[in-house]
């Protein structure tokens, strides 16, 4: 690329930040009038509403505005009453209750009506037909409930027109036999639930598409290679997720499988990487679905002053849909940040893990 192309090229990407920016301002304005309405609204953000000295409506204009409102608490979403979060606007359609793994006390709960589907099948669109067939049937091996990952996933097969078998693991209950020191009986629960994923894939010849974890991906694979069984695309989710797995994926364990890794939550949804072709660095990079969700990196001794590009930084979620308004949570998570791409006009998270000062006392399980 010549200089001057480089210089178009950089000039388009920056026309396309702007865009990008000015629809998340107008999509913040257009969630903060419906949740702060009384006829629209979640009982939780009226109530909250009552103690504010501003009217959030009239001063809130765009996502920097967003800081009038302070930091959302985790506290605020752990025990009931879960209906504080129905806005009532949806106060008569039936509600699902996803829940956070549980890693750092009492589960947090997000209420969820559709925001599953329109999350995956944004999701979907990132997919290519080659590793992912319309058509082709999936496999999940993973937790299925209560973090309600088992509805995304179906839903997500479906859309591409297929049928998903599913094996569960609990991570809670792995979690628990870690912390027991329990090993053994880790490693018999483990050979129980790969032993199941192995009957599907052999009973089922269209499973073309399988959902699941860095470690259990690992442990299927020490048991067949998923390649010769006609797997053709893998989608990974994990937090533990890091550049060295991935190549080790990549040219070890799948060879010749497209490989997705995607970081996701119960509070966000679902967060795309950074596309991937042959000779790319390994670093995964991750973007929000902007501007249903937007990524923040800030200094974890001050979270109101932002990182700069390649600096680490604790990251702040901020959720924007007509069923969930979360702005600012400082989550437990820490990563670098990355610029803009043109697929993702807007800022990602490079190399995410566990907070530092976490690290050593957080279970992280099947992640």
Request: glycine share 8%.
């Amino acid at each position: 690329m010549t200089t001057t192309d480089a210089a178009v090229s950089a000039k388009a990407l920056a026309l396309r930040v702007d865009e990008a920016r000015a629809r998340l301002d107008a999509h913040v304005r257009e969630m903060v009038q419906w949740h702060f309405d009384p006829d629209t609204g979640a009982p939780f953000w009226i109530d909250y509403a009552t103690a504010l000295d501003f009217d959030p409506r009239r001063e809130i204009g765009g996502y920097d505005d967003l800081k009038l409102l302070g930091h959302f608490q985790d506290e605020w979403l752990r025990g009931g009453p879960v209906r504080k979060w129905v806005p009532k606007a949806y106060e008569n359609e039936p509600v699902y209750v996803f829940e956070t793994g549980g890693s750092t006390g009492l589960p947090k709960n997000r209420i969820n009506i559709r925001d599953f589907h329109t999350d995956y099948e944004l999701f979907s669109d990132s997919l290519s037909d080659e590793g992912f067939p319309r058509g082709g049937d999936w496999l999940m091996l993973g937790p299925t409930g209560p973090r309600r990952l088992r509805l995304a996933v179906e839903h997500l097969a479906q859309v591409r027109g297929g049928i998903c078998f599913f094996v569960d693991m609990d991570p809670r209950w792995v979690n628990q036999l870690i912390r027991d020191g329990k090993m053994t009986e880790l490693d018999a629960y483990k050979e129980h639930v790969i032993a199941q994923a192995l009957k599907i894939l052999r009973a089922h010849e269209n499973v073309q598409c399988v959902f699941t974890t860095p470690k259990l991906l690992e442990a299927l694979c020490e048991k067949v290679s998923l390649q010769k069984l006609g797997i053709r695309g893998i989608f990974c989710g994990g937090t533990e997720m890091d550049a060295q797995f991935n190549r080790f994926a990549r040219e070890e364990l799948i060879p010749g499988i497209e490989f997705v890794p995607t970081y996701g939550n119960t509070l966000m949804g679902l967060a795309h990487s950074r596309p991937y072709s042959p000779g790319d660095p390994y670093d995964i990079v991750y973007y929000p679905p902007l501007p249903r969700a937007v990524i923040d990196l800030v200094n974890p001794d001050n979270p109101e002053e932002p990182v700069g590009y390649g600096e680490t930084g604790r990251v702040m979620l901020t959720t924007l849909t007509k069923e969930f308004f979360m702005p600012r949570f400082l989550e437990r998570d820490e990563a670098e940040r990355a610029a803009p791409i043109e697929e993702y006009p807007w800022d990602g998270v490079e190399n995410l893990r566990l907070l530092t000062q976490l690290q050593s006392s957080v279970v992280v399980g099947v992640y």
